[in-house]
Nanobody
């Protein structure tokens, strides 16, 4: 039901914008989030946004570089990623949380998309 788009290969310092759309079920009352998983590592929180978009949270590693937003009319969540670094290389997943406020752990998310690969070259 969730599908992430917008990944790709970019040079260090570049930007990408990821989108997460849904089909069928609407998640306008749910907090949404972006997580990432690099090979051999656990899935980690990147950014989260409340149901209304008024509250946002970020991992320390992306603060000031990434911005999460949502458009409930389009049932879409975005992740604008600027100043990308090689350590940002991972598969990025969007998720819908069980609750309406920002959530930062995978256990609090009930629906996941298939992910989109982001590769940053040095």
């Amino acid at each position: 039901q969730l599908q992430a788009f917008g990944g790709g290969l970019v040079q260090a310092g570049g930007s990408l914008r990821l989108s997460c759309g849904t089909s069928g079920r609407m998640f306008i009352n749910n907090a949404m989030g972006w997580f990432r998983q690099a090979p051999g590592k656990e899935r980690e929180f990147v950014a989260g946004i409340s149901w209304s978009g008024s509250s946002k949270g970020y991992a320390d590693s992306v603060k000031g570089r990434f911005t999460i937003s949502r458009d409930n009319a389009k049932n879409t969540v975005y992740l604008q990623m600027n100043s990308l670094q090689p350590e940002d290389t991972a598969k990025y997943y969007c998720g819908a949380a069980r609750e309406s406020l920002v959530r930062t752990t995978t256990a609090e998310y009930t629906h996941w998309g298939k992910g989109t690969q982001v590769t940053v070259s040095s």
